[in-house]
């Protein structure tokens, strides 16, 4: 490999950027707070104007959220620390070493837009590793206002801060990628779903639910998601009635939140259906999270037991996995020429 000077650029070396929301940096009511406090200020995540949300949080939400998310945190942390971090920092080192068996110059790096490594140490080391052009790849199938657009902002921020003045895309979306629509088709089966005419067995998509505000500021999360769901359920050959759409993860009850909501959709079918499979399948989370490694486990699972339902099953992430890198390696294919 021919040798460069570090920082000096290197003609047709391209820098690509992973970006996800963030985690603490360990399962501890401190961590939790620090992290939470960036996470909830961001213009785009917090309901109100800064001064007056600034005292609510600090004073009211996060001594209790900061205790409460630790505990969470706690039941679904590894001996290699945060299940997001470890998943997404695999996946980074994955993509980047594929890239290299196919002989491209490419640079793989990742951040997150609320934790470490943050925006900026990322984009440094793209800066020093020669890149001449940037493409950043927000870990969101279905973008929203409130991720993508944090990416977006992150990004630049960090772009300033540095004094890195590079040709930089970023990818909206890959919502309906139809290699994404595949991969996750066969993570359902994977996890047991039969999609056979004869199988009764139902599957519920679950997103992460955003303020009814952002759609009617023009947000097209919803619309994504839709096309999505029905992209996912086409490779799996189901029709209309074995699956639906839920939404999860209010952060409030001040604001309307897009529904209806996954609780209240499992509670329906445990009420009305004789019984079927349910599974679950989070299509907007790239890498398994808090929302899912502990909001499935311990309380939409759970809930809908409550409700008189049985069998439930929670498909994963894709996360680090052979069949994430090439849904990943695809979507980045047409910015790499």
């Known amino acids: 490999m021919a040798r460069h000077r570090k920082g000096a650029a290197v003609p047709g070396r391209i820098g690509v950027l992973l970006v996800n929301t963030g985690t603490p940096d360990e399962p501890t009511p401190r961590a939790v707070r620090r992290y939470l406090s960036k996470f909830l200020m961001d213009k785009r995540i917090r309901p109100m104007n800064p001064v007056g949300w600034w005292l609510i949080l600090h004073l009211c939400i996060l001594p209790k959220r900061g205790v409460a998310s630790a505990e969470k945190y706690r039941a679904i942390w590894t001996d290699e620390g945060s299940p997001l971090a470890v998943a997404q920092a695999k996946l980074a080192r994955g993509l980047d070493a594929r890239f290299a068996d196919e002989g491209r110059d490419v640079v793989v790096r990742q951040a997150m837009s609320y934790g470490r490594p943050t925006e900026a140490e990322a984009v440094r080391e793209l800066r020093e590793a020669g890149c001449s052009r940037l493409v950043v790849l927000p870990l969101y199938p279905q973008s929203a206002f409130s991720t993508t657009g944090a990416v977006t902002d992150g990004v630049s921020r960090a772009l300033r801060r540095v004094r890195w003045d590079v040709p930089?895309?970023?990818?909206?979306?890959?919502?309906?990628?139809?290699?994404?629509?595949?991969?996750?088709?066969?993570?359902?089966?994977?996890?047991?779903?039969?999609?056979?005419?004869?199988?009764?067995?139902?599957?519920?998509?679950?997103?992460?639910?955003?303020?009814?505000?952002?759609?009617?500021?023009?947000?097209?999360?919803?619309?994504?998601?839709?096309?999505?769901?029905?992209?996912?359920?086409?490779?799996?050959?189901?029709?209309?009635?074995?699956?639906?759409?839920?939404?999860?993860?209010?952060?409030?009850?001040?604001?309307?939140?897009?529904?209806?909501?996954?609780?209240?959709?499992?509670?329906?079918?445990?009420?009305?259906?004789?019984?079927?499979?349910?599974?679950?399948?989070?299509?907007?989370?790239?890498?398994?999270?808090?929302?899912t490694l502990y909001d499935v486990d311990y309380e939409i699972a759970p809930a809908y037991r409550a409700a008189g339902g049985r069998s439930i099953t929670f498909v994963p992430c894709l996360n680090s996995s052979k069949a994430h890198l090439k849904v990943l390696a695809h979507v980045l294919e047409p910015y790499l020429g």
Request: aromatic share 12%.
């Open 168 to 291: 930089c895309q970023v990818i909206e979306d890959y919502h309906d990628d139809p290699v994404y629509a595949r991969a996750l088709a066969a993570a359902a089966r994977n996890a047991g779903f039969d999609p056979s005419p004869e199988s009764d067995d139902r599957l519920l998509f679950s997103f992460h639910s955003i303020p009814l505000a952002d759609i009617e500021a023009g947000d097209t999360y919803e619309l994504q998601a839709g096309a999505s769901s029905l992209a996912i359920a086409g490779e799996l050959g189901i029709d209309r009635r074995r699956w639906t759409i839920g939404y999860q993860c209010r952060f409030d009850k001040g604001r309307t939140w897009l529904s209806p909501f996954t609780k209240g959709t499992l509670a329906t079918w445990a009420e009305t259906s004789p019984d079927p499979r349910v599974f679950l399948m989070c299509p907007n989370f790239a890498i398994d999270c808090l929302e």
